[in-house]
């Protein structure tokens, strides 16, 4: 009786995983279709799916002039100190869209020479191991103080930071990315920044579509943290439901 009762209880969380899962899968899949809808196919300077209120073309502009660029921290082993240093992002830092705060690494604050992350700063991992991971990108949402990004990063400030974050989101952008990699350098340089060009629309829609993209990526960071937490409370129940 006791078994049975244990199994009925660990599947309904399974379910309640499952489920959250699903919705979260659901959502990522949502915003991929919105992301080939609101912004121009290749070839096309309109998007296929406009919101309420604007019309006209896109302009193609190069990412260069309506953006800017900061460069990361280079640092040595022996530069590296506890809590109290100076935190650099690296590439672990960037998960799923998102700044994560559990792999990280501080220095010493003056080794420090690189800017300070700002609110709406989006860093891209621009060289790593993996080509897969290379333009994966987060934006800063909220003020860190004694941070700075890793000399595997590139920093870049806009005017209209959630409009950037979701332009990068695109396939215009992954695209771009492997038309510049190399055969075996897994990176993007500032030259292959510079020669990058993309569609934009008016400021007003730029800010709509970002606002867009922002409350989605707001319940994809919502809904993993839920799943994350059922998965925490099932493990949890593992080790105290069982001898």
């Known amino acids: 009786n006791e078994q049975a009762a244990i199994g009925s209880f660990f599947q309904h969380i399974d379910e309640t995983i499952a489920l959250s899962r699903r919705k979260h ?114 934006m800063i949402k909220e003020p860190m103080a004694n941070t700075v990004i890793g000399a595997f990063m590139t920093g870049i400030r806009a005017p209209t930071p959630s409009f950037l974050n979701a332009l990068l989101d695109t396939q215009q952008f992954s695209d771009e990315i492997s038309k510049n990699l190399g055969a075996t350098i897994n990176q993007i340089t500032g030259g292959m920044f510079k020669s990058m060009e993309f569609y934009f629309p008016q400021a007003e829609e730029q800010i709509a579509i970002g606002q867009s993209f922002k409350k989605i990526d707001d319940t994809l960071a919502l809904q993993a943290k839920q799943l994350k937490t059922l998965e925490s409370f099932k493990k949890a129940l593992l080790a105290k439901m069982f001898v």
């Not at 220095?107 to 060289?127: K, L």
């Open 25 to 138: 899968e659901k959502t990522k899949t949502l915003k991929n279709a919105f992301l080939s809808k609101m912004f121009p196919q290749t070839g096309k300077n309109q998007p296929e799916i406009r919101l309420k209120g604007f019309s006209g073309d896109w302009v193609k502009k190069m990412l260069v002039d309506e953006v800017d660029f900061f460069t990361g921290l280079t640092y040595s082993p022996s530069d590296v100190t506890d809590k109290a240093g100076t935190l650099v992002l690296r590439s672990s830092n960037v998960q799923g869209g998102d700044i994560s705060l559990k792999d990280n690494v501080y220095v010493s604050s003056e080794v420090v020479n690189s800017q300070n992350v700002e609110p709406g700063d989006v860093i891209v991992v621009v060289r790593n191991g993996s080509r897969n991971l290379i333009g994966k990108h987060a």
